[in-house]
């Protein structure tokens, strides 16, 4: 799909597809929306911007799919490099929490069960995210510390003759 990053819009027929992916013949459409289509879109929504997925249908009995259309915004065509547009972990936490919104959205929960395990799902999504925020914290007040102890090794009076002398030299 990267070579379509600047156009926005890739289609690939159902053989091209099949072909390229490597998919077994024997998958039916239930199985390749399982385990190729869900994967791609959580996967790829981090590195596209706003990628969706849509299937072509053809006329015919059973409503064949016929293609995949895979649509995103598009990058601007200046940018080279790859390395640049990589996601960082918030990006793709944020990716795929869009992409678990949209399949829930698609596919809403129905039984009791299914909504239990989704707020599970949730609660441990938060949990971890504020395991996340305490490291991250803690690590923030380590950098602090260690500043704080470098600008006590220096004097006061040093400090203050450095400050006297390079103001004097930005008035000369």
Do not use: C, M
Not at 21 to 35: A, G, H, M, Q, T
Request: glycine share 4%.
């Amino acid at each position: 799909l990267k070579q379509y990053r600047t156009k926005g819009i890739a289609y690939f027929s159902k053989e091209d597809f099949h072909e390229l992916l490597d998919i077994p013949k024997s998958y039916r459409e239930s199985d390749i929306n399982k385990k190729i289509i869900k994967p791609i879109r959580q996967e790829l929504t981090a590195i596209f911007k706003g990628l969706t997925i849509q299937k072509r249908y053809g006329k015919g009995r059973g409503k064949p799919v016929i293609g995949y259309q895979f649509t995103f915004k598009p990058e601007i065509k200046k940018s080279d490099d790859f390395n640049k547009h990589a996601p960082t972990k918030e990006e793709q936490n944020k990716a795929l929490e869009l992409a678990n919104q949209q399949v829930q959205s698609e596919k809403a929960p129905t039984s009791l069960q299914e909504k239990i395990k989704e707020q599970k799902r949730k609660l441990e999504l938060l949990q971890q995210l504020e395991k996340l925020e305490r490291e991250q914290n803690t690590q923030n007040k380590e950098n602090n510390a260690q500043k704080s102890e470098i600008n006590s090794d220096i004097p006061s009076e040093l400090k203050k003759d450095l400050l006297d002398n390079l103001q004097n030299l930005f008035k000369d």
